[in-house]
């Protein structure tokens, strides 16, 4: 079993729909959790980061951390077409220097 | 241009030739990473350095695999006796003391061996 498991997709929504990606993980001692946006032929571009457990919101984006099901999850209310890409969600313990990514799901929205 | 700059983009090389890959980090930034992105995988952790030295090595998958840093500004990703098994996007980040949530990472090299 891989340290962070996530769907890669692909996802496919209409514009404005309500998106939902979700990473699992089986490490407990990760303590900071990232949401990266990676489009194509592009380097990853961070999101969203949240630290412990607890929800973050920002904009359209909201990250959720449940560390006792060891789940997080993103959020994104009122899709856009620029939303499509691929998401990764990573995370770190709190001495590590490398952050452990997801494999990342594919998301197209469609105008 | 302001942003983690990687060269060349695409590197297409014969198995068992040798390559580099260079890293020019955001100025200022103490922290470089590399990682390794395989199609369809997210990125996997190779080798992070703090200033000059590498103070973590442990995501190099082998002895052919070798960064350096020499001045604590750009580093170089040195791949001997290329296989085909190390086909994949290499991207580099950098931040300004470590911390990943500051991390801006660089459009990758795409390394093609044939």
């Known amino acids: 079993q891989k340290e962070v498991e996530q769907d890669p997709g692909p996802l496919s929504v209409p514009e404005g729909a309500i998106v939902s990606l979700n990473c699992t993980y089986s490490?407990?001692?990760?303590?900071?959790f990232m949401w990266y946006r990676q489009y194509s032929r592009k380097g990853p571009e961070l999101l969203m980061y949240?630290?412990?457990?607890g929800n973050k919101e920002d904009g359209r984006f909201t990250a959720q951390v449940d560390k006792s099901s060891k789940y997080i999850s993103l959020f994104i209310r009122d899709s856009q077409p620029s939303d499509s890409a691929t998401y990764l969600c990573?995370?770190?313990?709190?001495?590590?220097?490398?952050?452990?990514f997801g494999k990342g799901t594919t998301l197209s929205v469609s105008s | 241009g302001a942003g983690v700059s990687q060269t060349p983009s695409n590197k297409v090389t014969e198995k068992g030739k040798y390559v580099e890959l260079r890293c020019d980090p955001i100025?200022?930034?103490?922290?470089l990473y590399w990682y390794r992105q395989s199609l369809g995988q997210g990125p996997e952790f190779l080798i992070y350095?703090?200033?000059?030295?590498?103070?973590?090595d442990s995501g190099l998958p082998n002895d052919r695999f070798f960064a350096v840093r020499p001045e604590g500004s750009v580093s170089t990703l040195k791949i001997q006796r290329t296989e085909r098994g190390d086909s994949a996007v290499y991207l580099c980040?950098?931040?300004?003391?470590?911390?990943?949530?500051?991390?801006?990472f660089g459009q990758g090299t795409r390394l093609t061996v044939v």
């Open positions: 980040a950098s931040s300004p003391w470590g911390g990943l949530t500051e991390a801006f």
């Open positions: 490490n407990s001692a990760f303590q900071y």
């Open positions: 949240t630290y412990s457990s």
């Open positions: 990573a995370m770190r313990d709190q001495a590590g220097t490398a952050l452990i």
């Open positions: 100025s200022g930034h103490t922290a």
């Open positions: 350095f703090q200033g000059t030295g590498a103070a973590d």
